[in-house]
């Protein structure tokens, strides 16, 4: 995977359900991410697995009481620039600045969508989501205006079980989905909800 396209993806996964992990070592620092998906989405899992074989070992676990399905990299310092952009000095989850005002590409949309984006739950016709639970109401709101700045949508913040996540309406989702929909996994285009209207 050429450096570019990994930036990328590391930055789409941590940015939905991916982890980033400080080892306890005190003579070198060195971080690791870490996967888990449902196991219906295992192919997508083992897809990671695949573009990170470079700094896993193991094969992904599977969680069968759980119907999980997981695997974490090595800590590499290859990761440590990524651990300063998305962990806050409190050691929680941010949305690193640099992507409020840059343009998210595409291959790091897709991946944020398939970690962390679906369809409207409760009417798939009325557009798609991005999960942002984990992220504070003004990080989402600027991430919100950063897309509607520079893919020109009109995306919205709303709550969901009081937590903020961001919301795009049903006309323009297809539009918007296919700026990132040639770098998503086969079995995850399902999410978009409106999957056959591609074909």
Known sequence: MKEKMFDSVVVGVLLGDASIQKNTSKTEEKWRLKFSQQVKHKDYVEHLHLLFKDYVKAKPFYDD??????????????????????????????????????????VTL???????????????????????????????????????????????????????????????????????????HKTMVYKLGFAERFC
């Open 110 to 184: 897709a991946y944020w969508f398939m970690d962390d984006g679906g369809s409207n739950s409760y009417n798939p016709r009325r557009g798609i989501l991005f999960n942002t639970h984990s992220f504070t109401r003004a990080e989402v709101e600027m991430l919100s205006e950063s897309l509607n700045k520079h893919y020109n949508i009109n995306s919205w913040v709303k709550l969901n079980k009081g937590k903020p996540v961001i919301a795009i309406k049903e006309a323009e989702s297809r539009g918007f989905a296919e700026h990132f929909l040639p770098y998503m």
């Open 65 to 106: 009481k759980r119907k999980m399905v997981s695997f974490q990299t090595l800590f590499d310092s290859r990761f440590n620039e990524f651990a300063k952009m998305f962990i806050n000095e409190q050691g929680k989850k941010q949305v690193p600045k640099s992507l409020l005002t840059a343009k998210i590409s595409p």
